[in-house]
């Protein structure tokens, strides 16, 4: 029997953004610095139009239905989950607008971008200003996005990736210089952590960037939210929370009878809480007890939507546990496993520079989430680094094994040192 009082709760978010890519092209470096000087295209952004709001529908059924593809992917039980995939969506379409050939095909396949290159930006730039388009209240609402794109000092970037860029997604080229790749990576995370409240302090690990990344695109967003209906701080208790090994811990338990959009299938309770302004809201889908790994595992897009479809507004007497929680994820290989492959390795970027050198390295990402009775605050980055690839050898030489070495004169031939290695660590 389902019961309208809910305790336990899983999250995936799909909030929040940042993108960076290292993109890596031919050309004489720069002079060294450390600050960002800013060089931005002369296309203006872009307002968005009747075609392109009308085409927002099929961009956000593509996002949505890529977040449970991303989501089936990265669950394994052991651990809270917390991801963004709509701003992995977000920054992977920036690094998407340079994709080319079989590398743009099957990037649209695993994101599910079904519109033409030209549309898809179009609606990603009107989707982003239906958002901002919130504004920000101190104390209700506060949802702030921002792009940016750092760029390697002298590498010429073709005019068109970059007008794509500032068209859609309203980010000028910050020059800087990745082979002091310490400082350029301290740049662009302080960049994020301003971004973010400080949430994200350090989205790029260390070597994230090097002297052969060329580019960084960054998409960050800020969210943090009160509840329509607050939950009362004098109601909320220890009580225990189930674990998926049969073992209980006790956690505070925050509780509210409130009218709130509320449906039923088999298997599962969802429950929908608004935030201030009703223009957003937290869903959370209960299943029944015993068949979270079983439910989690065949979650999709589809048959969330039905679900939402289904809420009716009704008294709802809802428990769910505070939570604080931050995670991190390296996507190479849940992206690879989705059908990502040549954008890893046989790649072709070449709309950004005019070359096919360029290839994703990594995808960083990392997320952070906090739900008390006020409301709820989250932010989340991602980071995708692009390298040059390596020249392709003729022949493989691997010396594990005993050899013998000469030092000779080239000239002359004459051998001026010879010996063998036997044991390189004696």
Same mark, same amino acid.
């Given at each position: ?6 305790? $336990? ?6 909030? *929040?953004?940042?993108?960076? /890519? ?23 952004? /872009? ?24 989501? $089936? ?65 101190e ?64 989205? *790029? ?15 960050a ?10 939950f ?6 220890d009580?225990?929370?189930? *674990? ?18 509320y ?56 428990s ?10 390296? *996507? ?11 954008a ?28 008390d ?10 980071a ?23 030092? $000779? ?18």
């Amino acid at each position: 029997m389902i019961r309208q009082t809910i305790y $336990r709760f899983v999250t995936c978010g799909a909030l *929040l953004a940042l993108l960076a /890519s290292g993109l890596a092209g031919c050309a004489a470096p720069g002079p060294s610095v450390v600050k960002a000087e800013e060089l931005r295209s002369d296309k203006p952004r /872009s307002e968005p139009s009747s075609l392109q709001e009308a085409a927002l529908s099929e961009l956000v059924a593509g996002n949505n239905a890529f977040a449970f593809d991303l989501y $089936r992917v990265l669950y394994d039980g052991s651990a809270n989950l917390f991801c963004s995939p709509h701003s992995i969506s977000v920054a992977l379409a920036m690094t998407y607008a340079g994709a080319r050939a079989r590398t743009e095909q099957q990037m649209a396949q695993v994101m599910h971008y079904t519109l033409p290159q030209a549309q898809l930006h179009a609606a990603f730039n009107a989707l982003d200003r239906a958002l901002a388009s919130m504004g920000e209240d101190e104390e209700a609402l506060r949802l702030r996005i921002a792009n940016s794109i750092w760029g390697q000092q002298g590498v010429a970037f073709l005019d068109p990736f970059l007008d794509t860029l500032a068209e859609n997604y309203g980010a000028g080229l910050r020059l800087v210089d990745f082979a002091q790749s310490e400082a350029a990576r301290q740049l662009i995370n302080g960049w994020v952590s301003d971004e973010t409240e400080g949430r994200i302090p350090e989205l *790029l690990p260390e070597r994230a960037v090097d002297a052969e990344t060329a580019l960084v695109l960054a998409n960050a967003v800020y969210f943090k939210a009160a509840w329509l209906h607050a939950f009362p701080e004098a109601a909320t208790t220890d009580r225990s929370f189930h *674990l998926l090994d049969g073992s209980e811990v006790s956690v505070p338990v925050m509780s509210q009878i409130a009218e709130l959009g509320y449906a039923e299938a088999p298997g599962v309770q969802v429950v929908e809480l608004p935030y201030a302004g009703e223009k957003l809201s937290m869903v959370i889908l209960l299943p029944e007890e015993g068949q979270f790994e079983r439910f989690a595992g065949s979650l999709d897009a589809q048959q969330v939507t039905e679900w939402l479809g289904g809420l009716q507004q009704q008294s709802v007497s809802l428990s769910m546990p505070k939570f604080t929680f931050d995670a991190g994820f390296e *996507l190479r290989n849940a992206l690879m496993a989705l059908g990502m492959v040549d954008a890893f390795g046989d790649a072709d970027f070449s709309g950004m520079d005019g070359t096919t050198e360029l290839f994703i390295d990594q995808v960083y990402h990392k997320a952070f989430v906090a739900v008390d009775e006020a409301g709820t605050e989250a932010s989340a980055a991602t980071a995708v680094v692009v390298g040059r690839k390596a020249a392709v050898a003729d022949q493989t030489v691997i010396a594990d094994r005993p050899f013998v070495f000469l030092i $000779r004169d080239i000239e002359t031939g004459a051998i001026l040192f010879l010996g063998h290695v036997l044991n390189p660590a004696a």
